[in-house]
């Protein structure tokens, strides 16, 4: 039975995001912020047990307001204050994310230091439905 990343990669390749294996929150590949799809089905093809995989925010054209808290009062403050989204996460952790369609962002880390957000324009995140050391993310 192949393992979550390349179950999923190809779902994620319909939506036009190229991915990439990760152990733990580390990328296993080199150059993963500039692969693309046909390098995407390549590490489907040579990780094939991989269970966790993630993407290149800029490359996907998606920000994450990423939320270092499970607090769903601060995921709904987030919420009305960044706006609305289809989509939103629970990490393994049990902490949130949102995204967003990439609209310049860069990657801010603690822009408000009293609360525990990031917004990842750049870099990459750890996506959905990949199971972590902590547990599995989903889609909410």
């Known amino acids: 039975m192949a393992g979550v990343f390349a179950s999923w990669q190809p779902e994620y390749a319909a939506a036009g995001i190229a991915t990439f294996p990760v152990n733990g929150k580390k990328p296993a590949v080199k150059h993963y912020l500039r692969a693309g799809h046909k390098a995407s089905r390549q590490f489907a093809n040579r990780f ?8 290149a925010c800029e490359g996907a054209g998606i920000a994450v307001l990423d939320i270092d808290s499970p607090s769903d009062n601060l995921l709904a403050d987030a919420i009305n204050e960044f706006g609305p989204s289809p989509i939103i996460i629970r990490s ?8 967003y ?10 822009q408000q230091s009293d609360r525990p957000i990031d917004i990842l ?3 990459y995140v750890v996506a959905p439905p990949s199971v972590g050391t902590k547990g599995s993310y989903q889609f909410l």
Do not use: E
């Open 92 to 99: 393994g952790s049990g902490n949130h994310q949102v995204w």
């Open 101 to 110: 369609r990439r609209t310049g962002q860069g990657r801010r880390i603690r």
């Open 121 to 123: 324009g750049r870099g």
């Open 48 to 55: 094939p047990d991989a269970d966790a995989f993630g993407f």
